[in-house]
């Protein structure tokens, strides 16, 4: 062979690229005949979803400001493989020493950061106690917190040598605050806030100390472009209040950091990620923020709402699903909680399983060795400009409205917000989402994760002084002097509890209608809970009897699938083969002793089959509640006159199905 250079072919050079059109011809074809936007769906952001994305999808949205949309892939133009995302995994419980032994045993093992929601009867010493060997330099501390300033406090007062080293941040946010309890101190948490930012940035000049968090609102129920829009809301009154107290945008901007839920959603929850960075971006140039104050820095924590204590190993799943979205969106930290914490404190082995996901996510998949890994992908690219898009709009609504506090107040961000939870339960409850172990595939027989020894007394005081007379001065303290009379009284031994009192007492406050927690398999335990109730006062579950008919061929689908349906409610049930006879399925019915029969056949079948097997049962048990597997639309009113008490299909009720019949069977 020639050493002369060859002409280089490109691959696949043979065919012809297929066009768009040939693409939506090719499937309608397998449609047989149906039109192609029987597949498109709406997500709860309204967003439109082709089972065809192309790069003509994602030409038809212009960027929100010439060019790409900045810091769309990211706030860094270059991988940092010494720093990738920080791995804050949450610290729990309330004894010091026993805290200080689980902080150190995580951080041997890979944890970089640590979330650590600060009890609030501890005192400056309790968190020394905590944080004995850990280098506040290596170990960036996000602390979640109803008002800022008392975790501060209490740790310039424990490590005053060391403030100047602390990074990470304070999660505390006065609108989620005020949208979460519904009453607030607003304009008192702000003076603190920004004496606290003020005097931070020339003591603790790494340490954000003020969030945005719209993980609130996910947490509510709300959707992606909500989070966004209110988002965007918040940090606009935040930075308003701080200037009207004499600090700067670019003071302010980099002080900031913003708290997002993680969901199940995956592609929605990247794109949600990478277009909050370029809506910021545009939102602080607009306060005249130079680059430093326009990149965003985002903590994520994986959702509590979509969690379950049933089949809790499921939420492992969920979880690393979440954290995964969370990396290639290029979240800067990322809070996995256990999967054991709905049902318990979690123990040393949920806590490393959970660690190791984003060890694995980083050492092992990689992730930390990329750039926007998701970029280019026309899936995620269409969802960032549509989530950019919209939740800007929904900002300016919430402007128009007269700003986040005025539109909270009006109830109308609690409205939006429940619509989408009313949305997500009834989809949740017809089984059109699905949660695996919850409404969906339960594990029959499940018992509940053993409970942890309880921990011993938490410690409050570790020196015999009174924080009184410096509590008292603290009160009565103006912005000027407020943050050094408060590290006074910290030193003096004053709780967090204590120091907040000081601040915030008297204040007056703002009220709105609460936002309520969102929890979307809370309605299925209860099925369950009740369920396990009734096997302890009766020996065995509530049942229900399988009236299969005819052959397995006939029966097993719908037999199946009411297997399915009920066990969802924690009911037992009672299996038979297939009867030849009506009457032979009522006798075996009525031997069982079970409350409720589901028959199970065909449709041709059933105008033959119901009536006497209707009949059989309830001329010697009137009380059993008869339930027929299907719904043939031409036969139902003949079924109802026959006796038949429901119906269950695709798309039936679930959840309400399960509750009636539990109030039927004994509740």
Not at 167 to 193: F, K, N, Q, S, V
Not at 510 to 534: G, I, K, M, S, T
Request: net charge negative; hydrophobic share 45%; proline share 7%.
């Amino acid at each position: 062979m020639s050493d002369a250079a060859q002409p280089e072919t490109p691959l696949f050079a043979e065919f012809t690229p297929p066009t768009h059109e040939a693409w939506v011809a090719a499937a309608v074809a397998s449609l047989k005949g149906k039109p192609l936007g029987k597949l498109t769906h709406l997500t709860y952001e309204g967003i439109p979803i082709a089972p065809l994305l192309d790069a003509a999808a994602t030409a038809e949205f212009p960027a929100m400001v010439p060019g790409q949309s900045p810091y769309r892939r990211g706030t860094s133009s270059e991988v940092n493989l010494s720093q990738p995302w920080l791995i804050a995994q949450p610290l729990a419980g309330s004894e010091p020493h026993q805290l200080n032994e689980q902080l150190q045993h995580d951080l041997a093992q890979g944890q970089t950061a640590v979330t650590w929601p600060i009890d609030s009867h501890f005192t400056a010493a309790a968190i020394r106690t905590v944080l004995t060997n850990v280098n506040l330099a290596d170990v960036p501390l996000f602390i979640p917190c109803q008002h800022g300033l008392p975790p501060l406090v209490a740790l310039a007062a424990a490590y005053p040598e060391d403030l100047a080293r602390l990074r990470g941040g304070l999660l505390h946010d006065p609108i989620a605050g005020l949208a979460e309890t519904g009453h607030e101190p607003l304009e008192a948490m702000y003076e603190a806030t920004a004496v606290l930012t003020r005097w931070s940035l020339e003591n603790a000049p790494h340490l954000h100390t003020v969030a945005v968090m719209p993980a609130l609102y996910r947490e509510c129920g709300g959707h992606a472009v909500q989070e966004i829009g209110l988002m965007l809301a918040t940090a606009v009154h935040h930075i308003r209040q701080f200037q009207q107290r004499g600090l700067n945008i670019n003071q302010i901007g980099p002080r900031l950091l913003v708290m997002f839920g993680l969901d199940s959603d995956f592609f929605m929850t990247i794109a949600k990620l990478r277009a909050a960075r370029s809506v910021w971006a545009q939102m602080i140039a607009a306060f005249g923020g130079d680059e430093a104050a326009q990149k965003l820095t985002i903590h994520a924590r994986t959702s509590e709402s979509n969690k379950s204590g049933l089949d809790p190993h499921v939420n492992l799943l969920r979880t690393t699903t979440e954290t995964f979205a969370a990396a290639l969106g290029g979240a800067d930290s990322i809070e996995l909680t256990p999967f054991d914490a709905p049902q318990r404190t979690p123990n040393d082995f949920s806590r490393r399983i959970a660690r190791n996901v984003q060890i694995i996510l980083q050492d092992e998949v990689n992730l930390a060795q990329l750039l926007d890994p998701a970029g280019g992908s026309y899936v995620v690219e269409y969802l960032t400009e549509e989530l950019a898009q919209r939740g800007w709009a929904w900002f300016q609504e919430i402007e128009a409205a007269g700003g986040v506090v005025a539109a909270l107040q009006a109830g109308m961000i609690q409205e939006q917000i429940g619509e989408t939870a009313v949305a997500r339960q009834t989809d949740l409850a017809t089984r059109q989402a699905i949660m695996v172990g919850t409404n969906m595939y339960p594990n029959v027989g499940e018992k509940p994760l053993p409970q942890p020894d309880p921990q011993g007394v938490p410690l409050t005081q570790t020196e015999k002084r009174d924080p009184k007379p410096a509590l008292v001065e603290l009160a009565s303290a103006g912005p000027i002097n407020q943050m050094a009379r408060a590290i006074a009284a910290a030193e003096a031994g004053a709780t967090l509890a204590q120091l907040n009192e000081a601040l915030f007492a008297g204040a007056e406050m703002v009220a709105v209608e609460q936002l309520r927690p969102f929890r979307a398999a809370a309605p299925f335990v209860q099925l369950r809970h009740w369920a396990d109730e009734y096997a302890k006062g009766q020996g065995h579950p509530p049942q229900i009897f399988l009236a299969n008919m005819g052959p397995l061929r006939q029966h097993k689908a719908r037999a199946d699938f009411t297997r399915s349906f009920f066990e969802v409610g924690g009911f037992e049930l009672i299996d038979s083969e297939g009867f030849d006879s009506p009457q032979a399925a009522a006798s075996a019915a009525l031997e069982s002793g079970a409350k409720a029969v589901v028959i199970c056949s065909t449709d041709e079948t059933y105008p033959e089959i119901v009536p006497p097997l209707v009949q059989g049962i309830k001329a010697k048990q009137p009380n059993t509640v008869i339930i027929l597997a299907g719904y043939p639309k031409d036969q139902v009113e003949a079924h109802k006159a026959t006796g038949i008490d429901a119906f269950i299909h695709l798309g039936a009720d679930c959840l309400a199905l399960n509750q009636w019949l539990q109030e039927k069977t004994g509740r």
